[in-house]
């Protein structure tokens, strides 16, 4: 049985310019799927696509509502079909307490990582249920969201717990519909987002090193297709190399 095969299915995935996002949109075309590579920076996408069969590139901010709502009409208007969506998209700024916070760091990050999870969650749910599609939705939290909350990141930390919270909490709406909604928790992962930050977090993972994006391409799959994963519903899968087994508060 080809348990991974998502030939005929077709997935939305945020944040597809960059890091994980552009690694998510590769793996699930290498397993057949139709991507739709949405972000801020079309450019990137656009290239992207030449580099990848059956993909399209989408416009999305996910901080703002009327492009995801203008983003869902281009999509109804086409014709596509989502029976996957990835909620990948996300920033990661310093909120230090004790600094001021002219950038306003706070509330950019709240209005990307968690309305805007928002905002995609509640199109693409309303997508699916209006065309009978049995989907599945995967939301990028962080292990500082859940046991290893960051220092001088408290929106960021938040804003990853919420993540985690929504997806348990709207399992009730969902899967009487038969949508899947689950999270995934990475710990740090080669990212433009890690930036120079490696020789200060190596210390503190039990593994030893860093991993490319490729390290979630099994679990991507896995919760992508619904004959692998047909009965997972509202759960948060921590992959991170054993940093939340200290479970303490760390940072610089
Ligand atoms: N790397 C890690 O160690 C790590 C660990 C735990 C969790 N995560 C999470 O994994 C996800 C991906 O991070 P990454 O490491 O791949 O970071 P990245 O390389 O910086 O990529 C972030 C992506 O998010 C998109 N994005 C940001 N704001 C957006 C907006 N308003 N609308 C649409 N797209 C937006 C960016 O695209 P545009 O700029 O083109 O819009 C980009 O494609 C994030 O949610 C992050 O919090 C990462």
Not at 56 to 70: H, N
Not at 101 to 130: C, P, R, S
Not at 186 to 201: C, D, E, Q, Y
């Amino acid at each position: 049985m080809q348990f991974f095969d998502l030939k005929n299915k077709t997935a939305l995935i945020t944040g597809a310019s960059s890091g994980l996002g552009e690694q998510f949109a590769r793996i699930l075309s290498a397993a057949g799927a139709r991507v739709i590579l949405s972000g801020r920076r079309l450019d990137k996408l656009t290239a992207l696509v030449q580099d990848l069969k059956n993909a399209y590139p989408l416009e999305m901010d996910v901080a703002s509502k009327s492009s995801v709502q203008r983003a869902f009409e281009t999509l109804e208007t086409k014709g596509e079909k989502i029976d996957i969506c990835i909620n990948n998209a996300g920033i990661a700024l310093e909120t230090s307490l004790f600094d001021s916070d002219d950038q306003n760091n706070f509330e950019n990050i709240l209005k990307t990582n968690v309305m805007g999870v928002w905002h995609v969650t509640k199109a693409v749910a309303n997508h699916m249920k209006k065309n009978n599609i049995q989907g599945s939705i995967i939301n990028i939290g962080s292990v500082n969201g859940d046991r290893v909350p960051a220092l001088h990141g408290a929106a960021y930390s938040l804003s990853k717990a919420a993540v985690i919270h929504l997806t348990k909490t709207l399992v009730g709406e969902l899967a009487p519909l038969k949508i899947r909604i689950n999270c995934i928790s990475p710990g740090w992962i080669k990212t433009p987002m890690l930036g120079s930050n490696a020789h200060k977090v190596i210390p503190h993972i039990p593994y030893g090193d860093i991993p490319e994006p490729d390290s979630l391409d099994g679990l991507i799959l896995y919760l992508a297709s619904n004959k692998a994963s047909k009965y997972v519903q509202g759960a948060c899968f921590t992959i991170d190399g054993g940093i939340s087994w200290g479970g303490k508060s760390w940072g610089d």
